[in-house]
């Protein structure tokens, strides 16, 4: 909307049609009242506000939130990040199976604990309770010895583990494994790591697929998300993960590993 908005004030030419589909209900029912326009090309229009303070309001809506209260003013909290991030970790140093915790307030970090080498970011809550076989999990993946002894376990939470805090605290750990789902959001999620944290980040999966296809067994909501996943193992060098997609024509999600 914001993009918009600007190229409206710049007198520049826009999808009219597009623009209106954003307009709240409201708006889009009174658009002849508040705008005029004069096409200039195929999908494209010259819009003059007719009435200012609407345009003025509709500004104010579209511009970025400086907070998450801000954001939610604007009618949605969650087009900013929150403030405030808890992270459930499992570590070397605890003395019981509850889990301790990190609170990241912006730039300052609340942490009871020395970090590990490396961490495993887990995505769900099963999988990061059983900590103990996803770390044999990554053993097995990897090659090389992974325990709590030199690696700390995070709850990633789904996509919470990609906010900046988060991504921010995590570029202290010399190494981040990623347990996620092998799906698309999984590999969405993965993509957005790696763009952060550079070759810190490992997508954990078997050397070899094969003994793994039956484990293949989501079937994907649309052909557009499988079609995605097979894109982005592909673009992401997971070779053999997209020959594991086309072979199943599944998906493959994490608590599958915890049944093996």
Known sequence: MN???????????????????????????????????????????????????????L????????????AARKGDSHRHDTEVSFLLVYHHALESTRPDSVVITGDSVDIGFRPAPRVLVVENERNFYHYRQMLAFAWECLGRPVDLTTCDVVLGGGNRITRAADL???????????????????????????TALGDKACYLQPADW???????????????????AIMLAEDLGFVSLAQAFRASGKFMEQEMILDE
Request: net charge neutral; charged share 30%; with cysteine.
């Open 59 to 70: 500004r104010e809506q579209a511009a970025t939130p400086v907070s998450r209260v801000d």
């Open 168 to 194: 921010n605290w995590l570029a202290g750990y010399d190494e981040v494994l990623c347990a996620f789902d092998y799906d698309a959001g999984g590999l969405q999620m993965f993509a957005s790591v790696r």
């Open 3 to 57: 993009d918009y908005l600007q190229k409206i004030l710049k007198g520049q030419a826009i999808n009219y049609e597009a623009f209106l589909k954003k307009l709240p209900e409201a708006l889009r029912q009174r658009h002849r009242e508040l705008f005029s326009t004069e096409k200039t090309g195929p999908n494209r229009w010259r819009v003059t506000v007719l009435d200012e303070a609407v345009f003025e309001t």
């Open 210 to 228: 094969q003994p793994w296809l039956g484990c293949f067994r989501k079937t994907p909501d649309a052909t557009e998300r499988f079609t995605k």
